[in-house]
């Protein structure tokens, strides 16, 4: 935040047109250079693998011309924000009004999403936009754990919701097990999966923990991409029996749920039941976590977050500290992981790209480390602000990309800048997170 | 033995590849203390710009090619690293003095912006060019007939490298540049107090990175004869891996990292299977990082408390 304010500071200090169209100029030709070759020209093999070529150089001035324009409306706004920032733009009325509604956020927006359904019922698309949304506020709530509370920087987390969604899928397609008896399979699978990853990272800090955490996603992925006869490889595993309301499945049949209650069928039952499924598993997620953070063993991940020497001084074990957070992010990843295999009836290896596990730490990291409400939210922003470019595919990730630049520059410590410390010596106070280490690890 | 000795070259080469990707990777890490993900698209977006200027060269009529390989050398290198330079500019230089996970979670978002990036600005499909070196050496002839090869291309990639190695070598060791670079690795404020411009040190290592990248881009472009939008991840991960398990910070752990590598994966591919020579890779980087947490030549960390 000094280095940007700074930068700010400087630009308000060299205020007048001449200097700023200097700027936009030289960013301009820094476009220009950057752009000539990869935008002005479009390169394409031919049908006989000869490359061909073709000019695109209005494309390319059009770009420029953006950028110019872009730096001097850039410029523009830094000079009327001032030196202050953008924070000084929000009066404190507003602030102080802004942490009342933050009080009651939480409960207003579980009665809205539990009300999802009934307000939603016609719209399709809307529910499964809520389902996609809550899976991913699973996954951040999972990946919270590893990352928020224990501080143990993982980015191969989507490895473990493959292993649950391989699980789920493999034992229900092989062996006919209910959708009940595989969840809990599934993630402890996961689980078990997230101990054997643990044991080799013990003695790792830090960057070296992520390189191997990513490392490890890959060897999964690549695994069940290339172990074929158990996998099906790169063609997945498709036929997932859909899920059961507890024995009794939701289908026209006459065993059906809707005839047994004797209401007339409608597929939208079953998107009904699958919503509050994911809504069920990931609060229970958010409950599990609060519940854990409040006994000796969440306290010694926060701990171990804070300060992993110290941590060892007052004889904590870091072993199993590491090694439990480890497991229980991964089970709630498996959990999800077999939700999505039964959401989908199909899965194959391209769900579960670093693409995911980068999605997931980016939701965390966003949501403000280590606040429930602040993944939910985060998870929201991300995912619903991904479904509105689903129309440019090929623009779609180029946007995404930009805009986990642009807020991590705009908000590097996330939505919800602020948490509640577990435990309370005197009186209780909110630490800004700027203070505390995290992803330390 | 014969096809040990052929596939301990096409080894060498793929390990100098990497090398060069991983020297880049570790000079951004030893100074900022940041994984710079986007790094492995940097190379990918190098290969794409050699490929172009070729094509430019080819079709304005040229046929020498050594001056062919110099102009796409130096253009490659040019607006690699200018891109480079960008990416600190825009993406990290704001977030220098943040928390450790912000900056790289944006380069996790830099990265998908260039890869996405020359998805829609070269289209999705691989890119191929002729071979332009040919011819090489009958190193070794067998009575059974199997012959070791060692091509032009081969031999260029790994005296590149060697010379580049050398040339990086001594900018960082003797020059006034490498002094800042090693005074901003130990400690900016400090370095900053003593007059050396921090700013513009940690930018020139960026630009230093690039367009080490973007020499790896050509060779791989002239290794291989094709580049595509992707390769910058595949690439990506394994440089990092060879710079972590060189130890990361250290320039000749780097190289020595790349050609471990390489290695691996040649001999794997060689005498086990083609599919499972990535998985290979990193198993042995997670067993390495086992007994060895700082890599190879890597210093032992010291514990603050």
Redesign the interface.
Known sequence: ????SQ?TASASRSAGILPLLKTAFFNAL?AL??F????G?????GSD???T?WTRFGELASLVAAVFGGSIVIELLRQWIGPTGAEKLVPPAVQSGMSFIGRYLAPALLIFTLLVPVIFYNQRYILDLAILVLTYVMLGWGLNVVVGLAGL?DLGYVAFYAVGAYSYGLLATNFGWSFWICLPLAGILAAFWGVLLGF?VL??????L???T???G??IR??I??WQELTGGPNGVSGIPRPTFFGIPLDNSDDGLAAKLGIEYSPTHRIVFLFYLILALALLTNWVTIRLRRLPIGRAWEALREDE??CRALGINTTTTKLTAFATGAMFGGFAGAFFATRQGFISPESFT??ES?LV??IV?LGG?GSQLGVALAALAMIGGFELFRGLE?????V??????LI??WR??GLIGHRAPTVYLTKAQAISS?LV????G | MDYFAQQLINGLVLGSIYGLIAIGYTMV?GIVGM?NFAHGDIFM?GG??A???F??LV?LGLTAIPVILLVVLL?AMA?TA??GW?IER??Y??????????????A????????????????A??????PFITGGYTLHESPDGFVIQLSNIQIMVVVTTIVLLAIFTWLVSRTRLGRDMRACEQDQTMAALLGVDVDRTISMTFVIGAALAAVAGLMYLLYYGLVDFFMG?VAG?KA??AA?LGG?GSLPGAMLGGLAIGLIETFWSAYF?V??K??AA??I???V??FM??GLLGRP?V?K?
């Open positions: 935040m000094t280095a940007l930068d820094v250079v950057l000539s070759l990869m935008v020209i479009r390169t394409e093999a693998g000869q490359l070529y920087l080799p003695r790792l800090r830090g960057d070296y992520a390189i191997v990513l490392a490890f890959e060897i690549l695994v991409i290339n020497v110290a670093f693409q980068a730490l980016a990291v480390m090929g623009y779609r990730m180029l995404f990309g930009m805009a986990m630049v991590m520059i590097p410590r700027d280490k995290e992803g330390h | 890490y994984i977006i794409f710009i490929l172009i200027t094509l430019i079709s253009v607006i200018l891109y960008t825009i993406a230089r704001p977030l220098r003095h943040s928390f450790r996970l912000a900056p790289m979670l944006s996790i978002g830099m990265s998908f912006v260039l890869t996405n990036y020359s998805q829609v600005a070269q289209g499909r691989v890119k191929p060019i002729p991840f991960i990092f891996t972590v990361i299977s599919e499972y990535d998985v990193f198993s980087l997670i067993v990082l086992i947490p700082t960390e514990e408390v």
